[in-house]
């Protein structure tokens, strides 16, 4: 049905095409030979933009408001333009009050253009087309890309984090390239993907934020609420984050520019672990405990020495940064050709992350009515040395030696109960360089658009355009272990090797059907009108051998292993899935008083079971801005005052491909050592009645101005919930299989954003201070599940909580002291237990005497909401003359941090005497209020009992994330030269302040796992979304040295 | 220009419209299976071998493994224990609950691999390629795993949602439970009988169902259907049935289909039959023998197939089917000492170190045997070869194998040992316990060697620990079922990768033992149970091999041992048989509870402290209630059910709510 009536729309369109196609040749003609004659009675208007400080203002729109003819200043601020003697011309630039100037004959015209700092004339993407900031109705925050380079970072994650209210930012990996993860308003899903959907320059894109260069960005907008990601529909469910990179300007003499920076990065914090003399103290603590398992020194270690593990290991990493870009325009197009190069060489030796990225965007003018364009984005890039960890660094004891008595290197150390192969720095670099074990990554991406607009000559303001997406990723994976590498019991055990390839293909066509229209000089109306499709395809191929009979071989030829060869059925892939979908929107303003703007969406997704393929919904927002009536003109300290309201449905796809269809699972099997089948079995049961998920938002906001714009914030709340919630539901073992995927449950996110920005001091004897802060709270919470059901053990779901809510025992202390145990009935309690351990809250019943009628057990487990109370960011900039300073800060009060070095996930604070172990406060019969119990006490596995309650810590922090003092040449030395440079110096993760976790550990209190990552028993898959500081690569304290040239 | 816009639409028309609709939103998988597939020839044969494969989930799986042993007369926990291993105690350090019961693992495989041999039985119908001999291996293991769930469990659910023994494919989110002798009548016997006809008398590849096997497993459902009828000591079942048999038979009525099954499989052995010797059914390399009738099958050959990897570093002990089931009964030896300089000082130096061999192997000192096997149920150990068959006593140094380069050591009483000499070794009686001196702590004053608590006697210089000094910490390992692999070289091996040897599971010798018992409870044929005994005890005599000496050592003890049995033996003999050939192969808790022994012959324990220096015999108690005879469901049914608080209480057995 859909298909018809774009069909039909199409054939419309190119009936009418054909009609004035002769005149857009008269016209293209017209416009190439004749412009100069025919514009021959206008008068040439010169002039120069600036704004505070005298500071030109390069890249200001000009436009003659009568003819729309325009152009853009240039780097020293200047423009000219032909125009009518008694026209009018309207100057606008970023983050300054636009002004509209009548020429009257004049032809020098200077301005000086005052800031903005509610940006109100600012034009912000809003999807399918850009509005000014005062008529927005939806929930979007914005951050231009200068204030994103604050923070110098391979991608804009890093710089995103803190920026911008109810965008949570969190890290989940500490290696050279990682990226990030973003929640925008909290998470909804409990198994689909969370991740927002990132458009770049107006079409959605499927690559991550790591491939778009931060230097190419012009400026970044969040869609948060329902009523403004509508227009993506099922793609934008988790919000939408636009990216619009930097094109070049309109009549911009070719400029290039060159950015880069350079600097070095050290361990903001070692592991803290024992040294030699506190792990002798430690070990002799736990063999006096009574009944303890005895952990004497191993072959390898004495009490005389004192090795630091972590410092034979790391390396002092390095950052270098280069990006190079050619930008400029002509009267009738624009272009921009950029290419960068990054390189992070990480602190664990071999690591290193390295990126080679080239972008190129045109768009030009072809007569009078039709517009074309094309960009490409492309991206090599490389990670090597993730293998490399470093649980042996951590848990080697201090006092083993890496080196025998007569100086060589010791191959492995054998500790009290376990022997461990020595990775040093020089081992591991020894090792690549020797090509014996290597994990290397290589990823290629292109990402390809081209677009064409026609502006219907018959009907002003109607633009059909269409944008077709063509894109292509791979990564090539290689692993080669030799033989022996890494394994201390064996060193003739085999080489192996192994490969993984991936392919993405992916294609979108758009089409889109615009109309812009001012009736009656109050009444605007924007309509647009969108039909696209979607495709992407999948394929991975993976596999393995071992036996391999050179180092030199590497990974490069699995033919020549003589061991045995392995393709995993699990570990090979194909996804073929598409998307059609079918979207309208209106948006009215009148006066720009009253806005409404209304969405109707309709998808279709293939991962959806046949007859609930579609999904239709639709949002709408109204917005009110209360400064532009009349009785407000007599409070002028108000500036600005604006309310709006949204409601909306966004829904979502949340479930991976070919889950309608059940599957069955196999197990391989031997008949015999070398007869061999694989084994197939009904695991997941097709579900024909599979949907869509969906979410209902309702967003109230208000923007405000004060003191002549100085102030301007903006507040929100909103509330949404989500319902039909995909989910791979477990079946009672007894039904024979063992899930189907279904929609079940509910889940509701609340919240509350407010932010501000003000201009403290504006321009005083050449001092400027500006501030930013923003504050949000989103409470989230399971709010049902499956039919009745209120908690989910397995998965640590209870109706209620937060989605990522922890199900343990509750710490409550130490059982200190004999007396304290007797007292609390230790014996009943704990059967086995010992003075010294660790005290859980028991939630059973008592008898008369009040004494506990069982021991403590599974019942006394207690869910841990995990979810911070409230977080934001903060910013500052004091400018004086050609120098500023910035900083960038974050912070988080309340929440969980889960440390899993500090419990028993770890395998380093197991507080036995067995392995080196974090220095904690450790009980003894002299330190008996100490917070970690008694070494060599009572254990469940390897580890204290209840060690996993000693993973929590209180998440409060405040972090400064960056520090950078610039300095502008322009200000000084180049004043008049058509050069522009800028440099700087900045400090990244420099300082942590309330932070309980810090002051204990002094480690960074930023997550650098996933919960099935870094520990040496991690938290089941489906407890990944868990996030937590483990033993990845130890954060850094990084201090960059930069420089941003334009000529 | 015109031509733009042709290209547009036409890409537009292309891409968008063109290639259509419908097709953009159908799904084709390419790379898995969907359930359609499992209606082809292929897709029923590879529902076979998943038959087969299944097994690995439930047998070398570690803590149910503890599940049938710990809590018996065989073992008990041991000083590294997690609470999965002291709630089967019962001995007041834990408690069995729905939510920690580790029977999990049998509950959450068996139900859907019956339903997958439902689905092989009903898809069969319509692909005539697949045999009947083929079809009775899925009745095989339908009926197995429903056997394993009725002695588990009690009455368990036929219908899994399409109706009783049908292929489920609707997401039930209800369940009710049969009673016991539903499911023996209407599933386990009607399945076997037919299986025992279909199967044919030799494998179809390698370990593959036969005649004998099926004959077993039905003549030990009748044995156990029989015992349930007669409920000797009134234990309670669940859900609620009288002991009555539906087709009116009583129990005499089914000891005697026992005795008859079995003799039938022993009088028709096919391929099968006993080995020579004990030692030959167990040692590494001869584990796919003729005794064997089924195991779990794993190999060193291929990580793939063999569901876990076999040059890991460092492996989990249990997912994905993987068989460490033995690294729980292993103590950790490695923490034994042995002296550099001669009078017993210097940096110690680890004299047995972690080693890929049978009677080493990775150390996770989960479970311990107490006392009573070493005094008691191997109370012989000279004629007897089962004993050394099974533990692995002597504790040998292989330091070189790890890189010390000491040529000598100074071990007890700071004599020399050499590579190959016992360190350790864990005497047979108590004869010389009055000699022994035991350090106080781990090790003697001023000495390294030892540092596990060993005691010395005079002139010997391996340590030593007498059998009632035994303890939670240092016991001896289990020799049987010891990881085997043939990729050591002159190292130390791979010995933190999980077993490659294959789980025994059923052996041609417990067809003797199901009609001695038949006998004993009244049975009558050819063979009394005498007889029956005599045959394994006779085998039991045969020596090949000491582990204790690590020497060749040819002996025929038979007659002696058949001069040994009593003339009159009753079901006491028969479990202490039983535990004398299948010691900790996961038999023990069935054994006890079909015969409603487990109380009286596993009360109490006696074991040593978990620490170092414990050798005072500590005397334990257990609480085995009689609601301990089935196990609780477990809590992730519970949860997955769509049901009333109340009717979930009542799903669950009684005393686990």
């Excluded at chain 2, 070493?374 to 533990?391: E, N, P």
């Excluded at chain 2, 048989?577 to 009360?603: C, I, M, P």
């Excluded at chain 2, 609480?623 to 059910?641: A, N, S």
Aim: charged share 15%.
């Amino acid at each position: 049905m859909k298909q018809t009536a774009n069909l039909k729309t199409l054939g419309k369109m190119s009936r009418v095409s054909k009609k004035p196609a002769l005149l857009y040749i008269l016209l293209l003609l017209q416009s190439l030979l004749f412009s100069q004659i025919i514009f021959a009675q206008n008068i040439t208007v010169k002039g120069q933009v600036t704004k505070e400080g005298g500071l030109p203002v390069q890249s200001a729109s000009v436009l003659v408001k009568e003819t729309k003819a325009g152009t853009t200043t240039d780097e020293n601020g200047n423009f000219q333009i032909s125009m009518a003697p008694n026209g009018t011309l309207l100057i606008s630039a970023l983050d300054l009050v636009a002004q509209e100037i009548k020429v009257a004959g004049r032809t020098t015209i200077n301005t000086l253009l005052v800031a903005t700092s509610n940006s109100l004339s600012e034009v912000i993407v809003v999807g399918y087309g850009t509005q000014r900031k005062e008529a927005i109705t939806g929930s979007v925050a914005s951050i231009g890309g200068d204030k994103l380079r604050d923070v110098p970072s391979p991608n804009i994650t890093q710089a995103l984090q803190g920026r911008l209210a109810g965008v949570d930012i969190s890290q989940t990996s500490t290696r050279p390239g990682a990226t990030m993860q973003i929640r925008i308003r909290g998470t909804r899903s409990l198994s689909a993907d969370n991740n927002p959907l990132i458009v770049l320059d107006g079409i959605p894109f499927i690559g991550s934020l790591a491939d778009i260069n931060p230097n190419d960005i012009k400026s970044v907008d969040v869609l948060k609420d329902a009523s403004a990601t509508a227009i993506y529909g099922s793609r934008g469910a988790n919000g939408v984050i636009l990216v619009t990179t930097d094109k070049g300007g309109r009549n911009r003499k070719p400029r290039i520019s060159y950015n880069s920076y350079h600097g070095v990065q050290n361990i903001f914090a070692k592991y803290p672990v024992m040294d030699g003399p506190q792990f002798v103290a430690y070990r002799k603590a736990a063999s006096s405990t009574p009944r303890a398992q005895q952990y004497l020194n191993g072959q390898d270690e004495a009490d005389s020495i004192n090795t630091d593990w972590q410092d034979l290991l790391y390396r002092t990493g390095f950052v270098t940064d280069h990006n190079i870009s050619l930008s400029g325009g002509t009267e009738t197009g624009n272009y921009n050709f950029g290419g960068g190069y990054h390189l992070n060489q990480g602190i664990i030796p071999t690591q290193l992350y390295k990126r080679y990225s080239f972008r190129a965007s045109i768009d030009q003018q072809v007569g009078k009515y039709i517009r074309v364009g094309f960009t490409t984005n492309n991206n090599y890039n490389q990670s090597e040395g993730n293998q490399v960890g470093i649980y042996g660094a951590l848990s080697n004891t201090p006092i083993s030696s890496p080196y025998n008595a007569d100086g060589t290197a010791k191959r492995y150390i054998r500790m009290a109960a376990d022997n461990s192969f020595i990775f040093t720095k020089d081992v591991v670099e020894t090792l690549k360089d020797n090509g014996q074990w290597l994990n290397d990554s290589r990823g290629y991406a292109t990402y390809n658009a081209v677009y064409g607009e026609v502006q219907a000559p018959f009907l002003k303001g109607l633009k059909y355009r269409v944008n077709l997406w063509l894109d292509y990723i791979q990564s090539n994976c290689g692993a080669y272990t030799g033989s022996g590498v890494g394994d201390a019991l064996n060193p003739n055990t085999i080489s192996s090797a192994s490969v993984d390839n991936r392919q993405t293909y992916h294609w979108t066509v758009e089409n889109i059907l615009s109309y812009d229209k001012t009736f009656g000089g109050k009444h605007t109306v924007n309509a647009v009108a969108l039909y696209s499709t979607e495709q992407n395809k999948y394929n991975r191929s993976n596999m393995s051998a071992t036996d391999i009979p050179s180092d030199a071989l590497q990974y490069y030829n699995l033919g020549q292993a003589v061991g045995q060869l392995t393709i995993d059925p699990n570990n090979q892939d194909y996804q073929l899935w598409g998307l059609m979908s079918g979207m309208g929107r209106v948006m009215y303003s009148y006066d720009s008083r009253y806005m409404i703007s209304g969405t109707l969406r309709s998808d279709a997704s293939s991962r959806l079971a046949p007859g609930n393929k579609w999904h239709t919904y639709p949002a709408v927002s109204v917005g009110w801005n209360i400064s532009k009536e009349s009785f407000m003109e007599a409070i002028p300290v108000i500036n600005n005052l604006k309310l709006r309201a949204g409601y909306g449905q966004t829904s979502n796809q949340a479930v991976a491909v070919y889950s309608t269809l059940g599957r069955l699972d196999t197990r391989p099997y031997n008949f015999g050592p070398t007869n061999y089948g694989v084994g197939f079995y009904v695991n997941q049961l097709p579900n024909a009645n599979l949907g869509w998920e969906y979410s209902k938002t309702l967003n109230v906001g208000l923007d405000f101005a004060l003191l002549k714009n100085r102030l301007s914030g903006t507040v929100e709340y909103y509330d949404t919930k989500t319902e039909d919630i995909l989910l791979g539901l477990s079946l009672p073992p007894t039904s024979g299989v063992s899930s189907i995927t279904s929609n079940v449950g509910t889940t509701q996110n609340k919240g509350f954003e407010l932010s501000l920005n003000g201009t403290i001091i504006n321009n005083l004897n050449g001092w400027t201070w500006e501030m930013g802060v923003n504050f949000y709270t989103n409470k989230n919470k399971l709010t049902s599940l499956a039919s009745g059901q209120t908690k989910d053990e397995g998965n640590w779901w209870f109706v209620g909580h937060n989605i990522n809510a922890i199900y343990d025992y509750k710490k409550i202390g130490l059982w200190n002291t004999g007396k304290d145990s007797t007292d609390g009935y230790l014996n009943v309690l704990e059967p086995g237990g010992n003075v010294g351990m660790i005290k859980v809250e028991y939630t059973g019943g008592f008898d008369a005497n009040g004494k506990p009628l069982r021991a403590i057990g599974t019942a006394d487990r207690q869910i841990i909401d995990v979810d911070p109370d409230w977080q934001g960011g903060f910013n500052t900039r004091v400018a004086y003359k050609g120098f500023d300073l910035g900083v960038v800060g974050m912070y988080r009060k309340g929440g969980v941090l889960f440390s899993t070095i500090h419990g028993s996930n770890g395998y380093l604070n197991l507080l036995s005497g067995r392995r080196n172990n974090i220095n904690v406060d450790y009980w003894t019969p002299d330190n008996t209020d100490a917070k970690y119990p008694r070494p060599g006490g009572i254990l469940s596995g390897d580890n204290p009992k209840y060690g996993s309650t000693l993973s929590y810590f209180d998440g409060s922090f405040m972090k400064i994330r960056t520090i950078t003092l610039g300095y502008d040449f322009n200000h000084s030395l180049m004043k008049n030269s058509g050069v522009k440079l800028r440099m700087y110096v900045t400090a990244q993760n420099p300082f942590v302040f309330f932070s309980p976790f810090h002051s204990e550990s002094g480690l960074d209190p930023e997550t650098n796992s996933f919960g099935n990552e870094n520990a040496s028993v991690n938290l089941s898959q489906n407890l990944r979304r868990i996030l937590t500081v483990g033993y990845n690569t130890p954060s850094t304290r990084n201090y960059i040295v930069g420089v941003n040239l334009t000529f | 220009m015109k031509l733009i816009i042709k290209s547009f639409i036409a890409a537009t028309l292309l891409l968008g419209s063109g290639s259509g609709c419908k097709k953009i939103l159908d799904e084709e998988p390419r790379s898995i299976y969907t359930p359609d597939f499992f209606k082809t020839q292929k897709g029923i044969l590879g529902g076979i071998t998943s038959q087969y494969a299944h097994l690995r989930f439930i047998y070398g799986q570690p803590y149910y493994y503890n599940t049938l042993e710990t809590g018996t007369d065989e073992y008990t926990w041991a000083s590294s224990a997690d609470q999965n291993f002291k709630d089967m105690d019962l001995s007041g350090v834990g408690n069995i609950t729905a939510a920690s019961s580790r029977s999990d693992a049998l509950w959450g495989t068996a139900f859907s691999n019956i339903n997958t041999a439902s689905g092989i039985i009903e898809n069969a119908v319509a692909v005539p390629a697949v045999t009947a001999a083929q079809v009775a291996e899925a009745r095989f293991f339908r009926a197995f795993d429903y056997f394993l769930l009725v002695q588990t469990f009690g009455g368990v659910p036929l219908d899994l949602g399409a109706g009783e023994l049908k292929f489920n494919t609707s997401a039930s989110r209800t369940s009710i439970r049969n009673t016991v002798p539903e499911v023996y009548t209407k599933a386990i016997f009607p399945d076997l009988i037919q299986a025992v006809t279909d199967l044919p008398a030799t494998p179809r590849a390698t370990g593959t169902a036969t005649k004998t096997v099926a004959r077993l497993y039905l003549a030990k459902a009748y044995l156990t259907y029989a015992w349930w009828l007669q409920n000797p000591n009134n234990i309670p079942t669940y859900p609620a049935s009288p002991r009555t048999d539906p087709a009116g038979k009583d129990a005499q009525y089914y000891f005697q289909q026992a005795y008859d099954i079995a003799t039938q499989a022993i009088d028709n052995p096919g391929s099968f039959g006993l080995e020579n010797t004990f030692y030959d059914l167990h040692v590494g390399g001869n584990d796919r023998n003729k005794e064997m009738l089924l195991y779990a099958d794993h190999t060193q050959e291929n990580a793939f197939y063999n569901g876990a990897p076999i040059i890991s570093g460092s492996d989990a002990e249990s997912g994905n089917g993987r068989n460490g089931a033995v690294w729980m009964v292993t103590w950790n030896y490695t923490v034994i000492r042995s002296a550099p300089n001669a009078n017993g000082t210097g940096a110690g130096v680890s004299s047995v170190q972690r080693e890929a061999a049978q009677s080493l192997g990775r150390p996770y000192t989960r479970m311990a045997p107490p006392i009573g096997p070493f005094l008691t149920t191997f109370a012989d150990k000279t004629l007897d070869s089962r004993y050394d068959g099974t533990f692995a006593a002597v504790h040998r140094g292989n330091w070189p194998k790890g890189g010390a380069g000491n040529a000598v050591l100074y071990n007890a009483n700071d004599l020399p040992v050499v590579p190959g000499d016992p360190i350790i070794s864990f005497l047979e009686d108590e004869s010389q316990t009055a000699n022994i001196v035991y350090p106080s702590g781990a090790n003697f004053p001023g000495k390294t060697s030892n540092n596990v608590g060993a005691g010395v006697l005079p002139g010997r210089a391996d340590f030593v620990v007498n059998p009632r000094g035994i303890s939670r910490i240092v016991y001896p390992n289990l020799w049987k079922m010891g990881v085997y692999r043939t990729d050591n070289g002159n190292g130390l091996g791979q010995p933190n990768a999980t077993s490659t040897r294959p789980f025994k599971i059923a052996k041609f010798s417990e067809l003797y033992f199901i009609a001695a018992e038949a006998a004993v409870k009244g049975a009558t044929g050819v063979r009394s149970a005498v007889d029956l005994m005599n045959v394994i005890r006779a085998r039991a005599g045969k020596w090949k091999f000491s582990n204790k000496n690590n020497a060749a050592f040819v002996a025929d003890n038979s007659a002696a041992m058949i001069a040994a049995t009593p003339a009159i033996i009753d079901i006491n003999y028969i479990l202490a048989e039983r535990s004398r050939e299948y010691f900790g192969e996961g038999h023990r808790w069935f054994d006890l509870v079909r015969t409603q022994k487990w109380n009286e012959l596993a009360g109490t324990y006696q074991i040593g402290n978990g620490t170092y220096g414990s050798h005072t015999p500590q005397t334990v108690t257990r609480t085995i209630e009689p609601k301990h005879y089935i196990r609780p469901i477990p809590q992730g049914q519970l949860d997955g059910m769509q049901a009333t608080p109340e009717e979930k209480a009542a799903y669950q057995n009684p005393g686990y709510q």
